[in-house]
């Protein structure tokens, strides 16, 4: 099992930082810094989605405070 595991990840590592490599000779940069890069990007993206999410439920929240309905006229 534990043969057949190294396997694939050695397949990937192979074939997945291939990608990389490839990338940053074209663009002339480390292979490195272009990992670094699309990391940051990942973590990046996550966090706008997060704090857009946290914006919008706090909108929501803000709203349910203003515009609560009334059911009759003596809850004024």
Request: glycine share 6%; hydrophobic share 50%.
């Amino acid at each position: 099992m534990q043969r057949w595991v190294n396997q694939i990840r050695n397949f990937f590592e192979r074939h997945g930082f291939y990608v990389s490599s490839r990338f940053a000779d074209k663009l002339g940069m480390r292979a490195k810094n272009v990992r670094l890069f699309f990391i940051y990007l990942s973590f990046a993206t996550f966090g706008i989605g997060f704090a857009v999410y946290l914006t919008l439920a706090f909108l929501l929240k803000f709203k349910d405070m203003i515009y609560s309905k009334r059911t009759s006229v003596f809850d004024l």
